[in-house]
């Protein structure tokens, strides 16, 4: 009854935007802002919502661990991957680029569908927080930007910058 009840909300959803469009009221355009205050706005919302009334036990500490342990494993193999694969060559920004797409992971989208239901949302919603705040976000939020502070393309110095830049007319 759940699953039917989302299911339906979601189409109904779906229908109203489709009439509001031919109606004239949404145009082309306004899919990107709306898109992006959907989920700035509502997304936080329901995870707050979500998250102060979650019981967090000891016992998912565990999972903090296997997170933690897992998310290492994975940035070791992210790094010895790239650099086997990346051409020595061509290192440097298209390596951290390589990096940066095997490591993190966004699990944000399956929290709408987790709670969608009564059951996994007190059995499996907070062991899925829990994994996420103890190891995708500090991956994502802590590794993902030092390789992309320590990969990104350096400027030109000003020296090669007037050499390569066009002459005068």
């Not at 709306?34 to 500490?61: D, Q, Y």
């Not at 999972?63 to 020595?88: E, M, Q, T």
């Not at 399956?110 to 991956?139: H, K």
Request: proline share 6%; hydrophobic share 60%; net charge positive.
């Amino acid at each position: 009854l759940i699953a039917q009840r989302s299911f339906l909300l979601g189409l109904i959803c779906m229908v109203s935007a489709i009439a509001m469009r031919h109606m004239g009221f949404l145009k082309i355009e306004d899919a990107a802002p709306v898109s992006r205050l959907t989920f700035n706005f509502c997304f936080p919302c329901m995870l707050f919502a979500k998250i102060w009334k979650l019981e967090v036990s000891a016992s998912l500490g565990r999972a903090a661990a296997v997170s933690i342990g897992f998310h290492g494993l994975w940035i070791c193999l992210a790094l010895g991957v790239a650099w086997v694969v990346v051409p020595r060559k061509v290192r440097g920004a298209k390596m951290g680029q390589f990096i940066y797409c095997m490591s993190g992971f966004n699990i944000g989208f399956l929290y709408p569908l987790i709670l969608a239901s009564d059951s996994l949302a007190e059995t499996v919603f907070p062991a899925l927080v829990v994994w996420d705040l103890a190891g995708n976000v500090a991956v994502v939020f802590g590794y993902n930007y030092l390789v992309a502070l320590t990969f990104a393309p350096q400027p030109l110095a000003p020296s090669a910058a007037a050499a390569s830049a066009p002459p005068a007319a």
